[in-house]
């Protein structure tokens, strides 16, 4: 019986690990959060965009995020892969609902144990940041 | 059969009238016993008014939640304010800055909201400083006090600061009165050579700044209360005037002589076409004038050196006496405009004075007298009507829409109702105890929200539990909707509100600002990201340009510090969330803990006064991590040649 459930649960982990590693690999399947953002287009890499939320992101985010290390919050390199546009302009315009209710974003707040600030970012300049990881992402 | 039907028809009637009025009975009960019910409000819900009451000698406002009469907060206004840097903080200090210096203390008493059109606003609320003549105007969009003015020429700024009906001034009168200009001469002397002053501020219609338009010059009387009219009394102020026997000792008996005193009418727009008309003089005077920059976040103190004095000697019509008894503390004006209602505090009839046959009195000359040259009016001749034996000791008056008066009685601690149309008394009910002012939500403007009335009382004995020699004051509110007053509930308040005002939630709730911008802070030692903190030494001198987000200080490590230097922490808050302040204390510092709003930057001052290593930390909980919000700074001997630096992480 012992053996039994085991072997079970190995066979169970087993499938959720490939599940899940099936899904990040599947970019248009990730999760979109909880927000107002449904849907985003990305079109050809913006360079001015990508220039103005550097701006923003420095002026707002730097006092908790690196980009290629782990501070406050985690590293930011091969965002735009781990997670959807979609995703990652909800989780700058609306923390406080996403570290709740999106799974992710609440296991993130349980890693880093400081909540995500919401620093009451438009949606403009949520795009813009998303732009300017999407260059650093690039590169 | 038909009887015995007959009978059972009967029995049954009878017990449907029984069931009915015992349903009656129970109806009337849980209406006369549902005041749990109207204060309570329940979790998550908000109150119905924000109530502002003075601290009376604590110096500040607080806001009380009604009908719960919970305190949602405390507006530092005079005194410095510990719980968040208020007067500490070197943005702070210069709102306190006066002629006689740094003055961390005043003594506040009653709040005035702004008004448009004769109606509450919300906008501003002003408070009086009585014992270093003052007025304050804090903002409601931000709960914080924006400007203080400096009155001078005045003692004791107790009538005041009540507004116009378009808050195109609010006023000033001096309870003592001083030799002016202020000189070195006998007390004895003082009849006829002391003077009083009634100085109109100018509110600036866009930003409210503070500004004093004129002062007039008035025989050496106390000028109690004040209240100006509204509706066709528009362009007149009315001040209570006691002690007209001009005693200068012993004034419980010297200053009660008189059967009766003065209410003194003031026309402002007279006293504006004087001053135009070049009748006033320039006279030298010293007084700050103190306002918040809204860009920076620091107040700015200025000091004025002269003031429009108006003499009524050189101004006719300017000012008359209403003849009232006695030894009057309020004057209160109705919502119409028409009746001007004294508490004359040691005369149990209330006279009331008449405002269209003030006119008539004016115009037809009608005077008994004149005092200094002011003419005294016909007393039989204004009087609209008197409530005999109303009550003891009559201070305040408040206002319905339906014509009644609510008066609060000192001496036989209650609160009286009454009628200007019978001028009777309609129903009284005893307040716990001694009450000073009363308070009905928009009660002195013209459009009272009649829903409660509060009693502010002095005394309160037996109400609470005891805590020691000293206790808090007590307030009570009462249900003013029926034709009688009933008491709701009964709670303790901070420091002595001499006053109170209220106002509907929705006015002042959707204007609420939560955050300060960091894009628009221009505070000169901001620092709106990481990656521009820095220290620098300026001789002694040393600035920390310093952010806080939760849950680190950076930089936290800072050296190069040393004995005899004076440290400036300049603390930018840099979280954009709606009530995410951080804190700011040091070791040995000196003030107080500075709170900073996000976004916005605040600069604590500590001189060290000993050699070592001394944390910094954040007192306000922010986050799971505020117990690691800390930093240490060293500080070397003053010969030690240990370069600056900071540094944040490895």
Same mark, same amino acid.
């Given at each position: 019986?012992?053996?039994?459930?085991?072997?079970?649960?190995?066979?169970?982990?087993?499938?959720?690990?490939?599940?899940?590693?099936?899904?990040?690999?599947?970019?248009?399947?990730?999760?979109?959060?909880?927000?107002?953002?449904?849907?985003?287009?990305?079109?050809?890499?913006?360079?001015?965009?990508?220039?103005?939320?550097?701006?923003?992101?420095?002026?707002?985010?730097?006092?908790?995020?690196?980009?290629?290390?782990?501070?406050?919050?985690?590293?930011?390199?091969?965002?735009?892969?781990?997670?959807?546009?979609?995703?990652?302009?909800?989780?700058?315009?609306?923390?406080?609902?996403?570290?709740?209710?999106?799974?992710?974003?609440?296991?993130?707040?349980?890693?880093?144990?400081?909540?995500?600030?919401?620093?009451?970012?438009?949606?403009?300049?949520?795009?813009?940041?998303?732009?300017?990881?999407?260059?650093?992402?690039?590169? | 059969?038909?009887?015995?039907?007959?009978?059972?028809?009967?029995?049954?009637?009878?017990?449907?009238?029984?069931?009915?009025?015992?349903?009656?009975?129970?109806?009337?009960?849980?209406?006369?016993?549902?005041?749990?019910?109207?204060?309570?409000?329940?979790?998550?819900?908000?109150?119905?008014?924000?109530?502002?009451?003075?601290?009376?000698?604590?110096?500040?406002?607080?806001?009380?939640?009604?009908?719960?009469?919970?305190?949602?907060?405390?507006?530092?206004?005079?005194?410095?304010?510990?719980?968040?840097?208020?007067?500490?903080?070197?943005?702070?200090?210069?709102?306190?800055?006066?002629?006689?210096?740094?003055?961390?203390?005043?003594?506040?008493?009653?709040?005035?909201?702004?008004?448009?059109?004769?109606?509450?606003?919300?906008?501003?609320?002003?408070?009086?400083?009585?014992?270093?003549?003052?007025?304050?105007?804090?903002?409601?969009?931000?709960?914080?006090?924006?400007?203080?003015?400096?009155?001078?020429?005045?003692?004791?700024?107790?009538?005041?600061?009540?507004?116009?009906?378009?808050?195109?001034?609010?006023?000033?009168?001096?309870?003592?009165?001083?030799?002016?200009?202020?000189?070195?001469?006998?007390?004895?002397?003082?009849?006829?050579?002391?003077?009083?002053?009634?100085?109109?501020?100018?509110?600036?219609?866009?930003?409210?700044?503070?500004?004093?338009?004129?002062?007039?010059?008035?025989?050496?009387?106390?000028?109690?209360?004040?209240?100006?009219?509204?509706?066709?009394?528009?362009?007149?102020?009315?001040?209570?005037?006691?002690?007209?026997?001009?005693?200068?000792?012993?004034?419980?008996?010297?200053?009660?002589?008189?059967?009766?005193?003065?209410?003194?009418?003031?026309?402002?727009?007279?006293?504006?076409?004087?001053?135009?008309?070049?009748?006033?003089?320039?006279?030298?005077?010293?007084?700050?004038?103190?306002?918040?920059?809204?860009?920076?976040?620091?107040?700015?103190?200025?000091?004025?050196?002269?003031?429009?004095?108006?003499?009524?000697?050189?101004?006719?019509?300017?000012?008359?006496?209403?003849?009232?008894?006695?030894?009057?503390?309020?004057?209160?004006?109705?919502?119409?405009?028409?009746?001007?209602? !004294?508490?004359?505090?040691? $005369? =149990?009839? %209330?006279?009331?004075? /008449?405002?269209?046959? +003030?006119?008539?009195?004016? &115009?037809?000359?009608?005077?008994?007298?004149?005092?200094?040259?002011?003419?005294?009016?016909?007393?039989?001749?204004?009087?609209?009507?008197?409530?005999?034996?109303?009550?003891?000791?009559?201070?305040?008056?408040?206002?319905?829409?339906?014509?009644?008066?609510?008066?609060?009685?000192?001496?036989?601690?209650?609160?009286?109702?009454?009628?200007?149309?019978?001028?009777?008394?309609?129903?009284?009910?005893?307040?716990?105890?001694?009450?000073?002012?009363?308070?009905?939500?928009?009660?002195?403007?013209?459009?009272?929200?009649?829903?409660?009335?509060?009693?502010?009382?002095?005394?309160?004995?037996?109400?609470?539990?005891?805590?020691? !020699?000293?206790?808090?004051? $007590? =307030?009570? %509110?009462?249900?003013? /909707?029926?034709?009688? +007053?009933?008491?709701?509930? &009964?709670?303790?308040?901070?420091?002595?509100?001499?006053?109170?005002?209220?106002?509907?939630?929705?006015?002042?709730?959707?204007?609420?600002?939560?955050?300060?911008?960091?894009?628009?802070?221009?505070?000169?030692?901001?620092?709106?990201?990481?990656?521009?903190?820095?220290?620098?030494?300026?001789?002694?001198?040393?600035?920390?340009?310093?952010?806080?987000?939760?849950?680190?200080?950076?930089?936290?490590?800072?050296?190069?510090?040393?004995?005899?230097?004076?440290?400036?922490?300049?603390?930018?808050?840099?979280?954009?969330?709606?009530?995410?302040?951080?804190?700011?204390?040091?070791?040995?510092?000196?003030?107080?803990?500075?709170?900073?709003?996000?976004?916005?930057?605040?600069?604590?001052?500590?001189?060290?006064?000993?050699?070592?290593?001394?944390?910094?930390?954040?007192?306000?909980?922010?986050?799971?991590?505020?117990?690691?919000?800390?930093?240490?700074?060293?500080?070397?001997?003053?010969?030690?040649?240990?370069?600056?630096?900071?540094?944040?992480?490895?």
């Amino acid at each position: 019986m012992k053996m039994h459930a085991l072997v079970l649960g190995f066979l169970f982990g087993l499938l959720l690990f490939v599940g899940l590693n099936g899904l990040a690999q599947d970019n248009s399947g990730l999760p979109k959060g909880v927000g107002p953002i449904s849907e985003v287009e990305l079109a050809e890499l913006d360079p001015a965009l990508a220039e103005a939320g550097k701006a923003s992101f420095e002026q707002y985010c730097t006092a908790c995020h690196k980009i290629e290390e782990r501070y406050i919050g985690p590293a930011l390199l091969g965002v735009t892969e781990r997670r959807s546009p979609e995703w990652i302009m909800n989780m700058i315009i609306n923390p406080d609902v996403m570290i709740q209710e999106d799974d992710t974003a609440y296991e993130l707040f349980a890693e880093f144990m400081t909540p995500m600030a919401n620093q009451n970012m438009t949606e403009e300049q949520a795009r813009s940041i998303l732009e300017f990881f999407r260059s650093n992402d690039a590169e | 059969m038909k009887k015995r039907l007959g009978l059972l028809g009967f029995v049954l009637a009878l017990i449907a009238l029984v069931a009915i009025t015992v349903q009656a009975q129970k109806t009337e009960n849980r209406l006369a016993n549902n005041a749990a019910e109207q204060v309570y409000v329940a979790p998550g819900e908000y109150d119905q008014f924000y109530g502002f009451f003075s601290g009376g000698f604590n110096g500040q406002i607080s806001v009380v939640g009604l009908p719960s009469g919970r305190t949602l907060r405390t507006i530092p206004v005079f005194s410095q304010w510990t719980e968040n840097g208020y007067g500490y903080s070197e943005e702070t200090k210069p709102m306190l800055m006066t002629s006689q210096g740094f003055i961390p203390w005043d003594d506040s008493h009653h709040p005035e909201l702004s008004q448009t059109d004769g109606a509450l606003d919300g906008r501003w609320i002003f408070i009086n400083g009585n014992n270093t003549p003052r007025i304050a105007r804090i903002d409601l969009k931000t709960f914080e006090t924006h400007d203080i003015i400096e009155i001078p020429n005045a003692g004791g700024n107790h009538s005041s600061p009540f507004t116009t009906m378009n808050t195109e001034y609010v006023v000033a009168g001096t309870r003592f009165s001083v030799p002016i200009p202020q000189k070195d001469m006998p007390i004895a002397d003082y009849k006829s050579n002391f003077k009083g002053t009634l100085t109109f501020v100018k509110v600036d219609p866009e930003d409210g700044d503070l500004s004093i338009a004129f002062q007039i010059l008035m025989p050496g009387f106390d000028y109690d209360l004040a209240h100006c009219g509204k509706g066709p009394s528009h362009g007149w102020c009315f001040f209570t005037a006691y002690n007209t026997e001009e005693a200068h000792t012993l004034l419980e008996v010297n200053a009660s002589q008189n059967d009766k005193d003065f209410v003194a009418a003031i026309n402002w727009k007279t006293a504006e076409k004087c001053v135009a008309d070049g009748k006033a003089e320039t006279i030298a005077a010293n007084y700050a004038d103190n306002h918040m920059d809204d860009a920076t976040g620091i107040a700015i103190n200025e000091m004025r050196d002269s003031v429009t004095l108006l003499d009524p000697a050189n101004c006719d019509g300017l000012v008359y006496f209403l003849p009232t008894p006695k030894s009057p503390h309020g004057v209160d004006v109705d919502p119409t405009g028409e009746y001007i209602v !004294p508490g004359g505090k040691l $005369s =149990a009839t %209330l006279a009331i004075h /008449s405002f269209s046959n +003030m006119l008539k009195a004016i &115009d037809t000359q009608d005077f008994t007298g004149d005092s200094y040259g002011i003419p005294i009016l016909n007393f039989d001749t204004i009087i609209a009507g008197q409530v005999e034996k109303a009550c003891l000791g009559p201070l305040h008056n408040e206002f319905d829409t339906k014509g009644f008066v609510y008066t609060s009685c000192f001496l036989s601690s209650e609160i009286i109702k009454w009628s200007l149309k019978s001028f009777e008394v309609v129903d009284r009910v005893p307040t716990f105890y001694s009450i000073g002012h009363l308070m009905i939500p928009g009660g002195d403007t013209m459009k009272p929200y009649d829903k409660f009335v509060v009693a502010l009382n002095k005394i309160t004995k037996d109400r609470y539990l005891p805590t020691g !020699p000293e206790l808090v004051q $007590s =307030a009570q %509110l009462y249900d003013i /909707s029926g034709d009688k +007053m009933q008491m709701l509930s &009964d709670f303790p308040t901070m420091g002595e509100p001499h006053y109170a005002q209220a106002i509907p939630a929705e006015l002042v709730m959707e204007n609420q600002l939560r955050i300060y911008p960091l894009e628009e802070n221009q505070h000169p030692f901001a620092t709106k990201k990481e990656a521009d903190v820095k220290v620098e030494r300026e001789g002694n001198d040393v600035h920390v340009y310093m952010t806080a987000i939760r849950s680190h200080f950076a930089p936290d490590n800072i050296e190069g510090v040393k004995l005899g230097d004076t440290v400036y922490f300049h603390v930018t808050n840099l979280e954009q969330d709606w009530d995410i302040p951080h804190g700011f204390a040091t070791y040995g510092m000196n003030e107080a803990n500075v709170l900073i709003m996000p976004g916005q930057t605040l600069t604590v001052k500590w001189t060290p006064q000993d050699v070592g290593v001394f944390p910094f930390y954040c007192t306000d909980f922010c986050s799971a991590l505020h117990q690691e919000m800390q930093g240490y700074i060293r500080v070397s001997p003053a010969d030690s040649d240990i370069e600056l630096s900071w540094s944040l992480g490895n």
